[in-house]
């Protein structure tokens, strides 16, 4: 705990000394017409900068209402890094039914924190824009939809623990989890709201170094970036007899793997 207390502080001081160019802190949005990457990179250029020790930004993005939410902000805090690293993001993506509504709310949450280079919150923005807001959900009402809806009954039963074993739930919602860290796939008997029924979160952390190369500098390397710690987890609740069996968890895994988005920013990462 001390040796991170110290390398933070060193880090901080560099970092300060030197002037990290962070934005000035500011929220925008956007509305769906104006989701260009030439108008955000517009934007962008026009925001104010500031010295800073560590940038931060936190990104909001409504894909039934084609919203997006940019907060640029300038933590104080300290991050979950090692010294070789100076990026931190954290990706969120959650489906949440609206049962007055019969709709669902997806959205994308991403929130970066980062000393690697100046501005390096709103070079994120710009490098990771057309995968926030152009990626095909499709997969959530065809694929993984059906299998959190597919049965009704009276009697539910929920698959609890790590074992493959089903127990009577007298709440009548089930919910799985699966962690990269414990490797575990974890049911439930959950006391919630079934209004908001089927519901899915998936998570993925990244910790890496990235390093900018000077344009101006033909002797330069090429930007370096290189993945130090990667983990991810998925949760999802549903109401219905054994709904949250290590079937319905895999396949549900598998398709969040294969056609999300977060998935193909990871691979970006280590690409």
């Known amino acids: ?12 001081c560099f970092h300060f000394c030197l002037g990290l160019q962070c934005t000035y802190p500011v929220q925008i949005q956007l509305s769906s017409y104006e989701l260009t990457l030439t108008n955000i990179e517009a934007r962008l250029n026009n925001l104010r900068r500031s010295d800073g020790v560590i940038c931060e930004v936190y990104v909001e993005y409504y894909y039934t209402t084609h919203m997006l939410s940019i907060e640029f902000k300038q933590s ?14 954290h990706t969120m993506k959650s489906f949440i039914s609206n049962k007055s509504t019969n709709q669902t709310t997806i959205k994308t949450v991403i929130d ?20 926030i807001i152009q990626t095909d959900h499709s997969y959530w009402t065809s694929i993984i939809r059906p ?7 009276k009697k539910v039963e929920c698959m609890v623990g790590i074992e493959n074993q089903t127990k009577l739930c007298p709440n009548k919602v089930c919910s799985w989890y699966y962690s990269t860290d414990t ?13 908001t029924l ?6 993925i952390i990244v910790k890496l170094y990235e390093r900018q190369a000077n344009p101006n500098d033909n002797k330069k390397p090429a930007a370096i970036r290189a993945i130090f710690d990667y983990s991810s987890s998925i949760q999802f609740s549903c109401k219905f007899n054994n709904c949250n069996n290590q079937y319905n968890g895999k396949l549900i895994q598998q398709a969040l793997q294969q056609y999300d988005d977060f998935w193909k920013m ?3 990462c280590v690409g």
């Not at 490797?183 to 209004?195: L, M, T, V, W």
């Not at 089927?198 to 998570?203: G, I, S, V, Y």
């Open 1 to 12: 705990m001390t040796s991170f207390i110290h390398a933070y502080i060193f880090i901080s």
């Open 266 to 268: 990871y691979k970006v």
């Open 147 to 153: 299998l959190l809806t597919m049965g009704n009954s």
């Open 76 to 89: 104080t805090e300290p991050v979950h890094l090692r010294s070789v690293e100076n990026v931190y993001i």
């Open 183 to 195: 490797k575990f796939n974890e049911g439930k008997c959950e006391n919630i709201d079934d209004r």
């Open 112 to 131: 970066l924190l980062c000393y690697s280079n100046d501005r390096c919150d709103q070079k994120f923005i710009l490098e990771y824009f057309s995968q």
């Open 198 to 203: 089927p519901m899915l979160e998936f998570n």
